[in-house]
């Protein structure tokens, strides 16, 4: 069984920064394929980021092509979502999950405010 435990999130001002973490259980983490998505207000959960098993592939939603770095330590079990420049625009619950994503890992999420 795996699950994710994402962490990180907090309030920021417009133009902050904040890194997001995501811990993994299960010894399978390794093979799957990382996604970070987020959920806004009203919104359906997107896709912000992805990262191959072996971390050298990665993706980014245009809207935050730029400004947000996705990254993975194997070792530790963990994915990392480090986010500059934030916007107002991306607030929301943070989660991660496999990419395609599994309906039975997702977790609680962490919330990410960008508010003056």
């Known amino acids: 069984q795996v699950q994710f435990v994402e962490s990180g999130g907090g309030l920021v001002q417009p133009g902050g920064s904040l890194r997001l973490s995501c811990a993994a259980s299960?010894?399978?983490?390794?093979?799957?394929?990382m996604g970070w998505y987020r959920q806004a207000p009203g919104k359906q959960r997107e896709l912000v980021a992805k990262v191959g098993s072996g971390g050298g592939s990665t993706y980014y939603a245009d809207s935050v092509k730029g400004r947000f770095t996705i990254s993975r330590d194997n070792g530790k079990r963990a994915v990392y979502l480090q986010m500059n420049s934030l916007k107002p625009d991306d607030t929301a619950v943070y989660y991660c999950?496999?990419?395609?994503?599994?309906?039975?890992?997702w977790g609680q999420g962490t919330q990410v405010t960008v508010s003056s």
């Open positions: 299960g010894t399978i983490f390794r093979f799957y394929a």
């Open positions: 999950n496999t990419h395609p994503e599994q309906r039975d890992y």
